[in-house]
């Protein structure tokens, strides 16, 4: 294997992007073609899931031991971890299986994690700092053979090297301006801040993938806005002078989004954000082929590392970059086999706004509510997606901030907007269960992942506002602002580990 710093160099090389490019554009054309003669057609709907976490010791971040990884997948940070599942049919049984290997990867990731002496947490955003304090942890960089790295970025050279070449185009720093907190990082590692669920829901169907793709778009907001997880940073990133008081009220819901766009947008381009509609299929790889090019690599400096996809052999570049369209819904080309569905050749969303929720449960009710909303709106012809980009987008952002206060947007089965959530979430469960419903989904399954999230709504409270009203309490009781945080993420996490789903918390 090549070393990776040499890597690094070779990829932000100008040398390399023309060649680089010219493979783009031919493994575009071929997948034009594919798309066009059906080739990702397959003989049903299938869901995946991949799900982040992070470890502490004794409350406080801490860096993975290697010896973990025997369970679980490395990430970003040196403290993050990635579970993620097989692909299965988008039935009964299909869901079960879901549910049953994502306990068991966890069972096994956590007691790896405690025979090493951590714990791994199932949250969105850590709160609780390392010894060496979240800035220098966060910033903490170091030189290898004369490239800057990292120091707590996993050693993975395309890890390297979009970091490198980010913060290049970012002219040296990127920063960081949320709510009560604004600092300059010398790394993009504050992303690894924040941790996300991303389920995939396979389309059988290529002409009909657009439709499935534009009304996924427009359930964005009121999706997010049930699942809002991450109102807080590290109290020690806080700006001196902030005002707890006021920060609880002007924080935003979804922390996760900010970490994400602003450590990769600085670059002169909006590279994270809402993805536009699509007319066709090969609308994907027409806008794939178009967004900037981050820290490209050719396939021949890593051969033979790893079993690789057959399939995705003859897009190796195209997919590569596929990995820095960082749009909050995007495209998946290829993939993993799905008995008796397909083969590798397969056409799949990937949903990405969602945070890590606290229990399993709950992270598999938002692969049912995502995968059931998106088929029930368009098997019943919804006429959702006449709601304008620009409103969706709107209200994506609202809901960011605001939560389930967010201004919604949304097209009722009657075809007339509305702003009302009551109107929006009656219409988001509806539909997600009339879509589960097509699929043969058994009623006690539907209940079984709906119904928390049901609960939720009910109560007005999702895990970011449960966050809030915790810290609230502290600040009342005398506690300065980082020990409310810690007062809140203590409780967390004993909840998490206690009880099946967040509304068992309410």
């Known amino acids: 294997m ?8 070779r990829s932000l090389s100008a040398d390399t992007y023309p060649t680089f490019g010219a493979r783009v554009e031919e493994q575009a054309a071929f997948l034009r073609e594919e798309l066009a003669r059906g080739a990702l057609d397959t003989d049903g709907f299938a869901v995946g899931l991949e799900l982040e976490v992070y470890a502490v010791d004794d409350g406080a971040l801490t860096r993975i031991p290697d010896d973990v990884f025997d369970a679980c997948n490395k990430e970003l940070g040196l403290h993050n971890a990635e579970l993620n599942t097989d692909p299965d049919p988008f039935t009964t049984a299909g869901i079960e299986a879901q549910a049953d290997a994502l306990r068991t990867q966890w069972a096994a990731a956590q007691n790896a994690a405690r025979d090493a002496g951590c714990d791994l947490v199932l949250d969105a955003m850590w709160t609780l700092p390392p010894d060496e304090g979240s800035y220098q942890y966060l910033a903490a960089t170091e030189q290898r053979d004369g490239v800057t790295v990292p120091s707590n970025m996993r050693a993975i050279s395309r890890y390297w090297g979009i970091d490198r070449d980010c913060v290049r185009k970012a002219g040296g720093e990127i920063e960081f301006d949320v709510p009560g907190a604004s600092i300059s990082f010398p790394t993009i590692l504050f992303e690894s801040l924040a941790t996300s669920i991303q389920p995939h829901v396979q389309i ?3 002409d009909a993938f657009p439709r499935y793709y534009n009304a996924a778009i427009r359930t964005l907001g009121p999706v997010l806005a049930l699942a809002t997880n991450s109102p807080f940073l590290p109290g020690d990133l ?3 002078d902030v005002d707890p008081e006021r920060l609880l009220t002007e924080t935003h819901h979804e922390l996760r989004i900010a970490a994400f766009e602003q450590s990769v947008n600085q670059t002169g381009e909006r590279k994270v954000r809402v993805p536009d509609d699509v007319e066709t299929a090969t609308d994907v790889v027409d806008y794939l082929v178009a967004d900037p090019v981050v820290s490209p690599f050719l396939s021949e400096w ?4 790893g079993e690789g996809d057959v399939y995705a052999d003859n897009f190796w570049e195209l997919d590569h970059k596929r990995g820095t369209y960082w749009r909050w819904l995007r495209t998946v080309i290829g993939g993993d086999p799905v008995d008796g569905l397909s083969d590798e050749r397969s056409l799949r969303i990937e949903y990405r706004p969602l945070p890590t929720q606290p229990s399993i449960r709950d992270i598999v009710g938002f692969q049912c509510l995502v995968g059931g909303l998106v088929n029930g709106l368009v098997v019943d012809d919804h006429p959702l997606t006449d709601l304008d980009w620009d409103a969706a987008e709107a209200c994506f952002y609202s809901v960011v901030e605001n939560g ?6 949304w097209i009722t089965a009657d075809g007339e907007r509305t702003d009302d ?4 979430f009656a219409e988001v469960f509806e539909y997600a269960r009339r879509g589960l419903d097509d699929l043969g989904v058994a009623e006690s399954t539907v209940e079984t992942y709906l119904g928390p999230l049901e609960t939720r709504w009910e109560a007005r409270t999702t895990p970011s506002q449960w966050k809030i009203e915790r810290v609230r309490e502290a600040l009342a009781d005398g506690a300065d602002l980082q020990a409310a945080l810690a007062t809140m993420q203590t409780e967390y996490v004993r909840r998490s580990n206690e009880h099946d789903t967040f509304a068992e918390w309410l």
Do not use: H, I, N, Q
């Open 302 to 305: 890593l051969a033979g590392e």
């Open 404 to 409: 389930l206060d967010a201004e919604f947007a």
């Open 204 to 206: 059988p169907s290529t």
């Open 2 to 9: 090549t070393d990776r710093v040499e890597l690094v160099e």
């Open 238 to 240: 806080y700006d001196e």
């Open 421 to 424: 959530p009551e109107t929006v």
